[in-house]
């Protein structure tokens, strides 16, 4: 089958994202999406496809679903491939990203600035924030720990790599622990694991300072602190992820048997958590589901203003959800905190739940309405 694009003319609308084209991408049949109001809020029932055009913003910008690792799964039923295209302007440029995928074929990309290859550097990274994210205080730290690392490679640039060493010694350590690799590569790769180990564990540790004093700062710059008097206190911990009575290798050595009997690692940098408390007692336990979500979209945005001052392109936050488990006084404190970012700003809504929040803000948001 022939690839075809569909390429956009753009504005000088000073602007990172202006326009969306989706066709055969899950619900959508084929769909134009005007993005060049600079915040914009997508609204609509469940089942109008919200979600599917994050997602599709997410692939174009990151070439990543979060909802699905079988990028098939986007693909329209009844449709053979779907095209996305993703059209905006970075220094005057105009920039393109656009991704076909059949359901045969690997998803191709061509991503564009001016009439030259586009670099990852010249799009804006996107910050993609789900209802699961936003259960990050009170739910499993694979939540936390996706966050911390997620935001740590934008920061500290080799921290990803250290990070990629270490995940490939411990893929090939627990395959030796199974009984799937000759015993003497048990040996060659829980030293491969504990060298690897070391050096993230000590990138790790330096990005966590700097993630504190980031957050801690903005927080006391923030310009609603009247409303923020519940999270006086806060504290960041962070869990290494084994003990710290015991360097790497000794703890290594300390856990083999145990380790050997169940068949995998049971401690490392891989299980890092962070430990958020108000006051010294956990803020799950203190904290009402709407002030979490508040502080959690508080530490995306504080730590993604962080991210901007090494991206030139910036950032573009979307948001899924923003009225869910919101009342109107938490909710008008995020917006206003998201409006004096210089990043664009995309969130969608249930339709019905913001007709009584803050309409005053939201009217300053472009609404984009979609039904099923």
């Not at 600079?38 to 469940?46: A, H, L, M, R």
């Not at 990203?97 to 990274?125: C, H, N």
């Not at 869910?324 to 970012?341: A, T």
Request: hydrophobic share 40%; glycine share 6%.
């Amino acid at each position: 089958m022939t690839q075809r694009f569909i390429y956009f003319s753009v504005t000088d609308y000073e602007m990172a994202l202006q326009t969306l084209y989706l066709k055969d991408f899950r619900l959508f049949n084929q769909k134009k999406i005007d993005l060049s109001g600079n915040n914009t809020i997508i609204v609509g029932d469940n089942g109008s496809g919200k979600t599917s055009v994050l997602e599709a913003i997410n692939i174009l910008l990151d070439g990543t679903s979060h909802r699905t690792k079988e990028i098939k799964e986007c693909v329209r039923e009844g449709g053979g491939e779907f095209q996305i295209a993703l059209n905006g302007r970075f220094n005057q440029e105009l920039i393109s990203s656009k991704a076909v995928k059949a359901l045969d074929k690997r998803i191709s990309f061509i991503k564009k600035k001016g009439l030259l290859p586009g670099k990852a550097k010249d799009f804006p990274i996107p910050s993609l924030i789900l209802a699961s994210h936003l259960r990050m205080i009170e739910g499993e730290p694979e939540l936390r720990r996706a966050f911390f690392n997620k935001t740590m490679f934008h920061v500290e640039q080799s921290s990803k790599e250290s990070y990629l060493k270490y995940q490939r010694a411990l893929i090939q350590r627990n395959k030796a622990l199974k009984g799937r690799l000759p015993e003497k590569e048990l040996i060659i790769w829980t030293n491969n694991l504990r060298d690897a180990g070391l050096e993230l564990n000590k990138k790790n540790l330096l990005y966590f300072v700097r993630l504190e004093e980031t957050i801690q700062a903005s927080l006391k710059e923030t310009k609603n602190r009247e409303n923020l008097t519940f999270l006086e206190g806060l504290e960041l911990q962070f869990n290494q992820g084994w003990s710290r009575e015991l360097e790497f290798g000794a703890f290594l050595n300390e856990t083999f048997d145990k380790d050997k009997a169940l068949g995998f690692t049971g401690g490392g940098p891989h299980r890092l958590d962070l430990i958020i408390s108000i006051g010294k007692k956990r803020a799950k336990s203190l904290l009402s589901r709407g002030q979490q979500k508040l502080l959690i979209l508080l530490l995306f945005i504080n730590i993604y203003s962080l991210i901007n001052k090494y991206h030139l392109a910036g950032l573009v936050f979307l948001i899924d959800d923003i009225t869910s488990e919101m009342d109107e006084e938490n909710l008008s404190v995020i917006l206003k905190e998201l409006k004096s970012l210089k990043s664009q700003i995309i969130l969608t809504a249930l339709d019905g739940k913001i007709a009584n929040k803050t309409s005053n803000l939201l009217d300053e948001f472009t609404h984009i309405m979609l039904s099923k």
